[in-house]
């Protein structure tokens, strides 16, 4: 039987494992999941006929939303308390099965990890491992070498870690889905991090410029005190801070922020933006049909906003919350590109991208 490693948020195992078995069952691949004990990660089957190598190819990582990242497990292996690098390549080498050239190898801890020592054995591990594994011949001369895959090894402790392989073609942008961001003394808040995140997940990076550059305007919804303006503001956007709150005062001093005290659900602009932010914590289901309102009837060209999650049901919300965007956006006969993700800094909530294409 193979099987994947997903990765989630610590305490959404089942979210995650639900959507997975969901999103594989409508391209007719059936398996079921074994929730790890909110270690973020989580074992799905697939006891065939299907591979894994099928539902890769079939499934993309971008279409998931609680699924952060994921690899195909080729061992689990018992690490002695001495030669674990040896170990590795002995379970690698006995293996019945090829699995595609690696340049590199990346070694992954649980998110929730709390133990320093094995986090300091981990990176001390790096350069001996990939060191024996080139001589063996498991991975390329070449680190840098272009390859269609990454050897993973989720380390689990020092006497236990899973060996897998992640596809170039079919991984989350960054090793676990969690981009390393810093947050500049200047920041208003912390929640500036959520968007942020979002622009490194959603935009193609090659084209971040077209998107966030020249002078766009935006305006964001529930602003204050301005995270997510402070850093529409960073990249030379001209902002309608909307909120019934005070703005961080040295941020209104930029003179690119124009704030009007008002509910953020009933505002409109008069004339269309570029950009549309939202951050409200209120009913998912409410923001999404205001998500829908202002795409349809063109007030902005781009998106991001944030649901507020249930803490019960909440694969559930979501996919009410998604009916209401497909439906709602349906109703034009303009285009639009939707994606979803739970960040790494979000908590109980998602986040939703939508660009309208025409």
Not at 55 to 70: C, G, K
Not at 127 to 138: E, M, N, T
Request: glycine share 8%.
């Amino acid at each position: 039987m193979e099987q994947l490693i997903v990765f989630c948020r610590p305490g959404f195992e089942i979210e995650a494992g639900r959507e997975l078995t969901d999103a594989a069952a409508l391209n007719g691949i059936y398996g079921y999941f074994e929730p790890g004990s909110a270690q973020g990660f989580v074992v799905f089957n697939l006891p065939g006929p299907a591979s894994a190598d099928t539902l890769l190819a079939t499934l993309s990582i971008h279409t998931l939303v609680f699924v952060r990242d994921w690899f195909v497990v080729l061992a689990e292996v018992s690490l002695p308390p001495t030669d674990r690098v040896g170990a590795v390549i002995d379970a690698l080498k006995s293996l019945d099965s090829e699995f595609p050239a690696c340049a590199r190898v990346e070694i992954r801890l649980p998110e929730n990890n709390s133990d320093p020592d094995l986090g300091n054995f981990a990176r001390k591990w790096v350069s001996p491992l990939s060191k024996g594994l080139r001589g063996a011949g498991i991975l390329q001369p070449d680190r840098e070498a272009q390859s269609p895959a990454r050897l993973e090894l989720l380390l689990l402790g020092f006497n236990r870690v899973i060996a897998g392989v992640s596809l170039a073609c079919n991984r989350a942008r960054f090793v676990s889905g969690i981009p390393r961001l810093r947050l500049p003394a200047s920041a208003p808040s912390r929640s500036a991090l959520k968007l942020e995140e979002a622009w490194k997940v959603f935009l193609p990076p090659e084209q971040e410029l077209a998107y966030l550059g020249g002078g766009k305007q935006a305006v964001d919804l529930g602003a204050a005190p301005g995270g997510w303006t402070w850093q529409l503001v960073r990249q030379g956007m001209m902002v309608t801070a909307v909120d019934n709150g005070p703005m961080n005062a040295e941020l209104m001093a930029s003179g690119h922020v124009h704030h009007i005290g008002a509910d953020g659900y009933q505002w409109r602009p008069r004339r269309g933006v570029d950009w549309m932010v939202c951050d409200i914590v209120d009913h998912p289901r409410r923001t999404a049909a205001m998500a829908v309102e202002w795409l349809n009837q063109k007030l902005c060209r781009y998106t991001v906003f944030n649901l507020k999650l249930p803490m019960k049901k909440r694969y559930d919300e979501w996919l009410i919350c998604r009916d209401i965007l497909d439906q709602g956006l349906a109703l034009t006969e303009m285009n639009f590109r939707i994606r979803a993700r739970h960040l790494y800094h979000d908590r109980e909530e998602i986040t939703c991208f939508i660009e309208r294409l025409d």
